[in-house]
């Protein structure tokens, strides 16, 4: 079964950090565009991260380009999402998703989402 589990969320102050995990189940990573979302009560679902290993893109937008890094653990077959320097505008569901071949800034083409895990940056 093709499933991807988010987990690391939780509740920090500004100017904390917090690893997400993405944990894929039933393929490998490596063959797939691997994307990080974030969606806040009321607004678009946005794409903040994506790497594509067959077509060697990665990207951040511009909003946390400095403060979070993507990276992955091949043999825990997890992509993880490091955000450093939190602010108040990050608190969102973050869900980590599948998309065949090369990454999009926008949710489309996506095929497997995870759960979401809910981040809160808040004093």
């Known amino acids: 079964q093709v499933q991807l589990v988010e987990s690391g969320g939780g509740l920090v102050q500004p100017g904390g950090s917090l690893r997400l995990s993405c944990a894929a189940s039933g393929f490998s990573l490596g063959s797939y565009a691997i994307g990080w979302f974030r969606q806040a009560p009321g607004k678009a679902r946005e794409g903040i991260s994506c790497f594509s290993r067959i077509v060697g893109s990665l990207y951040y937008t511009d909003s946390v380009k400095g403060r979070f890094t993507i990276s992955r653990d091949n043999t825990k077959n997890t992509v993880y999402l490091q955000m450093n320097n939190l602010k108040p505008e990050d608190t969102a569901v973050y869900y980590c998703?599948?998309?065949?071949?090369?990454?999009?800034?926008?949710?489309?083409?996506?095929?497997?989402w995870g759960q979401g895990t809910q981040v809160t940056v808040s004093s």
């Open positions: 998703a599948r998309r065949r071949l090369v990454c999009s800034a926008t949710a489309s083409g996506y095929d497997t």
